[in-house]
């Protein structure tokens, strides 16, 4: 989800060392599941508070949730104005009740997302510890900062007050900027990676994402894991390529490649592949775990009359029920790396079937998470990390991909991940 930190004013070289192998990662359980707009997600759990859905954002940097008594408003149409509906925030994060959180501590900041038709300001934050579930499983965080909120403006229209669905949380990790540059603004934190980095528990601002095979049925739950400080072994197929960071020029938040080639076929012929025609100029995709569905810049209606697939409630659609899209069926993205090399990531038409359009009652078509020409834009969301394996070290300014969506063991958390290969301060992804 791509972020951008605004005012509140607005609103109320060391030489490098060989690989070591850490027998403790420090890692994040991802999830991906179906229904809607679904994005790539953890459960949190405070001290004293309920589980706590939070979307896990490469397209931001910083960690905020809702304390007691928050208020979403809604119902304006207008950027920046308040409409005439609230909700309270639930669950959240009921800090007052915890034993081992720290004293609140005074500091202004505001996040903003979807070109600014979310705001979320913060006045305070404080340290506690941050729970993904079973402890032996998935090891805690302790003395965690995060920013406490307790308001959310959207601008969202709804028929009488109607409720609206609205993040609870959200953890970026995107690269923590300590300065302002020219390109990326400043992080005003909390910073989830930096704070673990901080701490000295990874030794160095290296992160590795990717999902397991896909679930065996289509609706099913995507299980996957953030792995902080290390890249880890058989987690993916083929070799892990180096790509160029491709940053737009003005002022970004997030990672940025090149644009890739995009192949496709006829449905029921996934071996006659064709280079899909591209629609637009745009030369640079955001990686964005934030983003419910991929918005790729290939010709809607080539690609249609291509695959043979269907327009249904304005997006691409299997003609058929979701369960009998085949499972050899991708669409490939090959990516220029570095020192001549390519990679290709394939992810099957199935990792699509999110459910986006379910509302409109017809179970014969399957509504697929993706927006083609339409957007003039490149994002690749929660769909593509089902298949891709990505690692980045923001201290080499490195990004790499291979082939994900291959692996188990995510849900038996740390004794699922394996050997890792630990990157120390000033080494670089392997």
Not at 50 to 70: H, M
Not at 205 to 224: E, Y
Not at 407 to 421: D, E, F, P, W, Y
Request: hydrophobic letters at 35%; charged letters at 15%; a positive charge.
């Amino acid at each position: 989800m791509l972020a951008v930190l605004f005012f509140l004013s607005a609103i109320a070289a060391a030489a490098p060392s060989p690989p070591t192998y850490g027998p403790a990662p420090v890692f994040i359980p991802l999830k991906y599941k179906y229904g809607g707009y679904p994005r790539v997600v953890t459960d949190i759990t405070y001290p004293a508070s309920n589980p706590i859905e939070t979307i896990v954002d490469l397209g931001s940097s910083d960690f905020w949730v809702y304390g007691p008594n928050a208020i979403i408003n809604y119902g304006s149409q207008y950027l920046g104005v308040p409409g005439p509906c609230n909700l309270t925030a639930k669950p959240f994060y009921n800090w007052p009740k915890s034993k081992t959180h720290t004293k609140p501590v005074k500091n202004s900041r505001g996040y903003s997302y979807g070109g600014n038709g979310k705001l979320v300001p913060s006045y305070f934050d404080l340290n506690d510890t941050v729970s993904f579930g079973n402890d032996a499983v998935f090891p805690p965080f302790k003395n965690q900062n995060v920013a406490i909120s307790n308001y959310t403006l959207i601008k969202a229209l709804s028929d009488h007050c109607k409720p609206i669905d609205y993040d609870h949380s959200i953890l970026g990790l995107s690269e923590y900027v300590p300065k302002s540059t020219s390109s990326q603004p400043k992080s005003t934190g909390p910073s989830f990676r930096q704070d673990a980095l901080s701490r000295g528990e990874i030794s160095s601002p290296t992160l590795s994402m990717w999902f397991d095979a896909p679930p065996a049925k289509v609706n099913g739950t995507f299980q996957g894991t953030a792995l902080l400080g290390a890249v880890p072994k058989g987690k993916y197929s083929g070799e892990l390529v180096h790509v160029a960071p491709k940053p737009p020029t003005d002022t970004y938040v997030g990672y940025y490649v090149a644009r890739p080639i995009f192949k496709g076929a006829p449905v029921g012929k996934p071996n006659a592949k064709q280079t899909l025609k591209l629609s637009d100029t745009v030369s640079q995709c955001l990686i964005d775990s934030g983003s419910g569905q991929d918005y790729l810049p290939i010709d809607q209606d080539a690609f249609i009359k291509l695959s043979g697939l269907i327009i249904h409630g304005g997006y691409p659609a299997y003609n058929g029920t979701c369960e009998s899209i085949p499972k050899d069926y991708t669409i490939d993205y090959t990516f220029a790396g570095l020192k001549g090399k390519s990679v290709t990531v394939k992810v099957p038409l199935r990792n699509y079937a999110r459910g986006n359009t379910d509302y409109l009652g017809d179970k014969k078509k399957c509504g697929l998470s993706m927006e083609l020409d339409s957007v003039a834009s490149c994002t690749f969301g929660a769909p593509f990390f089902t298949s891709a394996f990505l690692a980045f070290n923001d201290e080499k300014k490195q990004i790499a991909i291979a082939q994900g969506g291959v692996s188990s063991g995510a849900a038996q958390g740390k004794n699922g991940i394996g050997q890792v290969t630990t990157v120390q301060k000033g080494q670089g992804l392997p």
